[in-house]
């Protein structure tokens, strides 16, 4: 239990830093809107899709693949199209997944 506490701390607080060194940075002045326009730029269409790419590509495959998710994640699509996406379905769907 504390291991998994740990794990997730050690992924949650740099994420949290890095967040406050922003806005610690734009309320002094030292980054403008101009650079983070920019930065959002480069992050979203260069950074993110290139971690997504390594990140598949050094993954295995039998590690990373549960054909049940996969049966249910196009089951579930396919009664979202027919019900045209009624609030009620999804809500029971949801709660017949989580048994």
Do not use: H
Request: one cysteine or more; glycine letters at 6%.
């Amino acid at each position: 239990m504390l291991d998994n506490l740990i794990f997730t701390l050690n992924i949650i607080i740099p994420i949290f830093l890095v967040i406050m060194l922003g806005l610690f940075l734009r309320k002094r002045k030292i980054l403008g809107d101009a650079f983070l326009a920019g930065g959002n730029k480069v992050v979203f269409r260069l950074a993110i899709p290139a971690n997504l790419f390594v990140s598949l590509y050094v993954a295995e495959i039998t590690d990373a693949f549960d054909l049940g998710f996969v049966i249910f994640c196009i089951y579930f699509n396919v009664v979202l199209k027919i019900t045209d996406y009624d609030d009620k379905v999804v809500l029971f769907l949801m709660i017949l997944a989580i048994q």
